[in-house]
Structures are given as structure tokens and as C-alpha cells.
């Protein structure tokens, strides 16, 4: 299976700075990549698909870049109800597989 | 809007099997969408279980293939999960989830765009 690894485990950052998250997976999965964001106690919500696509109703500050093995989620201009952890998840092959996760903390 | 909501056990003991429904409202169960589950252990990443389609069509991870059974209930407009022979490790929230395709300049993507709130499943005796 593929595994998809996540960096950092934890950021803090301040608002109105810039968050860099990273996610690499062991093999290609071309831009079938997703990421999701998941508050205490909820389910995930999608945030990008497709590597860097928005899904509906996602603020611009989120935006998505990467393919093949080597993938980045910006949230530009933190907002403390940006507090989150976020998933990298590959769509390309069976099993989906999801990064273990990196824990965004708002200064 | 289109609600899916799990429902099942909270406590199931060990070599017993968890069973879940996964109900879906203000839309139907259609060839259109995977329907999958996944699961979330206490302080863990997400690992995805199973999807299974309109006709009844399945993919299981293989870490759990030999345990995992889904299947659809179209009248009822929902869709179900049983694992046998549970463990501790087995103890999760566990969510159902859609499918879907969405097709950008860049070709076509699936992704989870809906989610169950999750049902808390504790395997102990």
C-alpha cells in the first residue's frame, strides 16, 4: 500500500502568518491527492482535491500545490478558527491511505 | 441536502462482530457515488475500511478483508458495515462516507465530500 507521511506532526503558528504543510507519499499517486481538515469531536471536511482544486464553499487562503510524490497545503493568513489537524489522503490506489495527520495550533 | 448518519452499537465484546448502518438522507443511494467507511482509533490518523457501490460491488482494505463485509440496502437507502472477530484494536470512531468524482481542467479527482458525524465504537468486555 501506499503510506502517506506528514510533516510537520505539529505547527503553531500566529495569526495572519503563513502555514506550510507537507505530505509525501511512498509511490506516485499522480494529483489524486485530498486534504482535509478535522476540528475536535467532527468529522473530517474536505479542503482541496485533485492536488490543488478547492472544493465548494473553501476560503482562497487554502490552497493546495504538488504531484507525484510531493505535496504542500498553504493556509495563508491564519485565522484562529484555523485550529485543526489536517489529512493528506491518496485516491490513486487501493487502499486509500491517509497521512497520520499534522496538528495546526494558532499562537 | 444529502445526511449520512451512523448508527449501531457503542460496546461490542471481543470476538464479537461490529455492525453499523450508515443511513443516507435528503438524496438516495445511485450509481453516482462509492459509498465507504472509515475509521479513527483514539489519538489516530484515519484508516479507510471499505467502499461498496449501487450494485453492491465492494473493494476492502486488505489489512481487514478477511473480517469486513458491506452491503447496500436500497429500499432502506442505506448501507452497512460488519467486522468480525473483533479486538481492542478495533476500538474507533467510525465514520461512513461518499464518494465523489469532480472533474477539473486537470482531468477527474475522487474525493470524500460528505461525512457522517461519526459513531464511537469501544470493543471490551
Known amino acids: 500500500e501506499i503510506v502517506m507521511t506528514q510533516s510537520p506532526a505539529t505547527l503553531s503558528v500566529s495569526p495572519g502568518e503563513r502555514a506550510t504543510l507537507s505530505c509525501r507519499a511512498s509511490?506516485?499517486?499522480?494529483?489524486?491527492l485530498a486534504w482535509y481538515q478535522q476540528k475536535p469531536g467532527q468529522a473530517p471536511r474536505l479542503l482541496i482535491y485533485g492536488a490543488s482544486t478547492r472544493a465548494t464553499g473553501i476560503p482562497a487562503r487554502f490552497s493546495g500545490s504538488g504531484s507525484g510524490t510531493e505535496f504542500t497545503l498553504t493556509i495563508s493568513s491564519l485565522q484562529s478558527e484555523d485550529s485543526a489537524v489536517y489529512h493528506c489522503q491518496q485516491y490513486n490506489n487501493l487502499p486509500y491511505t491517509f497521512g497520520q495527520g499534522t496538528k495546526l495550533e494558532i499562537k | 441536502q444529502v445526511q449520512l448518519q451512523e448508527s449501531g452499537p457503542g460496546l461490542v465484546k471481543p470476538s464479537g462482530t461490529l455492525s453499523l448502518t450508515c443511513a443516507v438522507s435528503?438524496?438516495?443511494?445511485?450509481?453516482?457515488?462509492?459509498w465507504s467507511w472509515v475509521r479513527q482509533p483514539p489519538g489516530e490518523g484515519l484508516e479507510w475500511i471499505g467502499e461498496?457501490?449501487?450494485?453492491?460491488?465492494?473493494n476492502y482494505n486488505p489489512s481487514l478483508k478477511s473480517r469486513v463485509t458491506m452491503s447496500v440496502d436500497k429500499s432502506k437507502n442505506q448501507f452497512s458495515l460488519k467486522l468480525t472477530s473483533v479486538t481492542a484494536a478495533d476500538t474507533a470512531v467510525y465514520y461512513c462516507?461518499?464518494?465523489?468524482?469532480?472533474?477539473?481542467?486537470?482531468?477527474?479527482?475522487?474525493?470524500?465530500?460528505?461525512w457522517g458525524r461519526g459513531t464511537p465504537v469501544t470493543v471490551s468486555s
Open positions: 461498496i457501490f449501487d450494485g453492491g460491488s465492494t
Open positions: 462516507a461518499r464518494e465523489t468524482v469532480g472533474k477539473t481542467s486537470g482531468g477527474e479527482y475522487w474525493y470524500f465530500d460528505l
Open positions: 509511490q506516485s499517486v499522480s494529483s489524486n
Open positions: 435528503g438524496g438516495s443511494i445511485n450509481y453516482e457515488n462509492w
